[in-house]
């Protein structure tokens, strides 16, 4: 399942499409293997136990805004957990899961950051395909919120330069990015151009910033490997 909490941007999504059609491109899944759930305009999510696992976007909403909805998918998050659904969230996503269950989320000190960064890991880990992560590897980012202090008990798996916090496990079957495994290269220039002005404002050079974008193969197989575990997994129960 899709856990959506926003939507690209109208011109971005005319090109690209949506966050959806990058998530299944991403888990390399077909439209029926993947239920979409809008949770930012309101739709019901369903019981953690009726569902494979679950992967929540990014959005542009911020969660120390802590919008109704983002509430209501926060506990569902501590349900799904406790229930022992795998769950991988993204951006937003991963600063929900880390909201939901203890930590603490604000403002990215350093600033925003934005474009191909190159995350170090920080730990060994053989749960859910990381033992394939290099050592250093290069990720999508975009974001200016981030995880300032993981629940107790998570896990600190990689860093980048401006965010120690990159990549947190909570449990033996839930894990979350602030980096993007869904993006393409593509789609991270065009949130670099969309973004120019305000990137200037803010001291950030565009153009250099989309000259160093790449692709990310390795971060974007952490979703195939997590959508084919959680998918094996059910498979077990059944």
């Given at each position: 399942m899709l ?5 690209a ?19 390399r899944?077909?439209p ?5 759930v ?17 992967v ?10 802590r919008?109704?909805?983002s ?18 969230g ?18 990215l000190?350093?600033?925003r ?7 170090t ?10 033992r ?32 120690p916090?990159q ?31 305000v990137?200037?404002?803010e ?5 250099a ?10 971060a ?11 998918l ?7």
């Open positions: 856990i959506q909490t926003g939507e941007p109208e011109a971005i999504r005319a090109e690209f499409g949506g966050f959806a059609d990058w998530f299944r491109a991403a888990m899944l077909e029926a293997q993947m239920r979409i809008r949770a930012d305009v309101g739709e019901p999510l369903p019981s953690p136990r009726d569902v494979a696992g679950a929540i976007t990014g959005s542009a909403a911020m969660v120390t805004e919008l109704d909805w509430e209501r998918c926060a506990a569902w998050i501590r349900a799904a957990t406790a229930a022992q659904t795998p769950l991988f993204v951006c937003y996503g991963h600063q929900l899961m880390a909201h939901a269950l203890g930590g603490r989320v604000g403002w000190p350093a600033g950051e934005i474009g191909t960064e190159s995350i890991r920080l730990s060994p880990d053989d749960a859910q395909g990381l394939e992560l290099p050592p250093v590897f290069p990720a999508q980012t975009t974001h200016r919120q981030s995880v300032l202090q993981p629940p107790s008990g998570a896990k600190v798996l990689a860093r980048s330069q401006r965010d916090h990549l947190l496990r909570y449990a033996p079957h839930a894990l979350s990015t602030q980096f993007h495994p869904e993006f393409s290269a593509a789609a991270m220039r065009a949130y670099i151009a969309a973004r120019a002005d990137l200037r404002e001291g950030l050079d565009p153009v910033l989309a000259a160093g974008v790449r692709e990310t193969e390795d974007r197989a952490l979703l195939e490997r997590f959508a084919h575990a959680a094996t997994r059910q498979r077990a129960a059944a």
